[in-house]
């Protein structure tokens, strides 16, 4: 079966959760404050079958002060649906998810033009030729455009489609390699114990194995395994996966942390990084600088130095991090 697991990116209330509920039935909006006040607030999942593609999604939130949350879903996705509201166009968040996209070096991307039965065909077509010209500038300016309602059902059988190549046709990933999953929620089912989940970034899981928490360094096995929500007996680099795990209690277990195949990943406070200094920055990297870095699902203060005199906007170079908890980092991962 192929696989695919895609995420949302836009702004607040351009129809990120309508649109991923349109397309498979499920509500991503798990709290009920999220309910009450009809904006998302942190991350939701769900996925969708046809034939022989299985496509998952993460639903992120498009509020400015969620940000942090929407990175924790966004580090492990190979494919971005944007999502910009037709009635709207581009906005602040549109931009700043894109940006993030950039930088997480996510591989595909396409676009949902939402919400097109409350506007004429004209400011439609407006509104689609505004994202062309923000993607022009960027990795995706060949991403295919798809004007839909989640009201009417308009063009999402056109979307559909789209997804469903995608998936066949986009290489699959390497499972031969140590297994590492970051963890992105964390919590406990009366009768199961402690339950984790997250999107395998390498490797596999199988029922059974022993796999290393980190930064802790305290082992856990696995006892079950699910993926969306389907019992397995083994979960695939690429695909959201949910752990029952014992060896230790729910409180050892956090947003942020990782669980890897012993001793294959180390953990450090210190990192050599390339760093690359978006454009629209307000000053250029000098000296010692607070920063706030985000590594899958880990977020952690610190300073950032660039090694090679200064960092202009649009710029890139290397850089010395340094944060006050130690997390697990690997040669090739991307942050923001």
């Known amino acids: ?78 494919a971005v649906m944007l999502v910009v509201a037709a009635d709207e166009g581009v906005k602040p968040q549109t931009r700043e998810h894109l940006a993030v996209c950039r930088l997480l070096g996510i591989e595909r991307a396409l676009v949902a033009l939402t919400k097109i039965d409350l506007v004429s065909s004209d400011l439609c077509e407006l509104a689609e030729l505004e994202v062309s010209e923000l993607l022009a500038e960027t990795p995706f300016r060949d991403a ?8 009417t059902g308009e063009g999402l059988p056109a979307l559909e489609a789209h997804l469903v190549s995608l998936a066949r046709t986009i290489p699959p990933l390497r499972a031969d390699l140590p297994a590492r999953l970051p963890i992105d929620r964390a919590f406990h089912l009366k009768g199961l114990g402690a339950i984790v989940t997250g999107t395998l970034a390498r490797g596999a899981i199988a029922t059974g194995d022993s796999l290393e928490l980190l930064p ?60 690359s200094l978006l454009p629209n920055a307000p000053a250029p990297i000098a000296g010692f600088t607070p920063i706030r870095l985000h590594l899958f699902a880990s977020e952690s203060v610190g300073r950032l130095r660039a090694l090679e005199g ?22 090739g991962d991307r942050f923001v």
């Open 216 to 275: 802790s360094g305290e082992r856990v096995r696995v006892r079950t395994i699910q993926v969306h929500g389907e019992a397995r007996e083994k979960a695939l680099v690429g695909e959201r996966t949910s752990l029952q795990l014992s060896g230790l209690p729910l409180e050892a277990f956090a947003r942020g942390q990782e669980l890897a195949a012993p001793a294959t990943l180390a953990t450090s406070k210190r990192l050599l990084a390339r760093f």
């Open 310 to 331: 200064e960092i202009h906007p649009g710029s890139e170079g290397l850089v010395e991090v340094r944060i006050a908890t130690p997390i697990a980092a690997f040669r």
């Open 144 to 151: 295919p455009i798809f004007p839909v309602s989640s009201v």
């Open 1 to 78: 079966m192929a696989r695919l697991l895609v995420g949302t990116a836009g702004h607040i209330d351009h129809g990120k959760t309508s649109l991923v509920r349109a397309l498979t039935g499920i509500d991503c909006d798990r709290w009920a404050e999220e309910k009450a006040r009809g904006i998302t607030i942190d991350l939701g999942f769900a996925n969708w079958k046809r034939d022989d593609v299985e496509i998952g999604f993460v639903d992120v939130p498009g509020h400015e002060r969620f940000l942090h949350n929407a990175l924790a879903g966004l580090g492990g996705i190979r």
